[in-house]
């Protein structure tokens, strides 16, 4: 199991406390293209095909975007 795989099954046992670095890695790694912010905003915006997530820099991330983030991941590996 690679260090992405258990990043992510981390944050699918807990959403809690997760670091925006962990966020970053694991939407990289699934090959998102990363849009940093601009103009003193510190909201981040990863695209890939038909999936777009905005995850504001701060730690730990809201919950909810961890649950945004989890449920991309799951509906790309569907699609496999």
Not at 4 to 9: F, H
């Amino acid at each position: 199991m690679g260090k992405q795989e258990k990043q992510l099954q981390a944050i699918r046992i807990n959403p809690k406390n997760v670091r925006f670095e962990i966020i970053q890695s694991i939407l990289l790694s699934y090959e998102f293209s990363e849009t940093k912010p601009g103009g003193g905003s510190s909201h981040y915006t990863y695209h890939r095909g038909i999936y777009r997530i905005t995850v504001p820099k701060g730690n730990p991330v809201n919950q909810a975007y961890v649950k945004q983030v989890i449920r991309i991941i799951d509906m790309l590996e569907d699609e496999k």
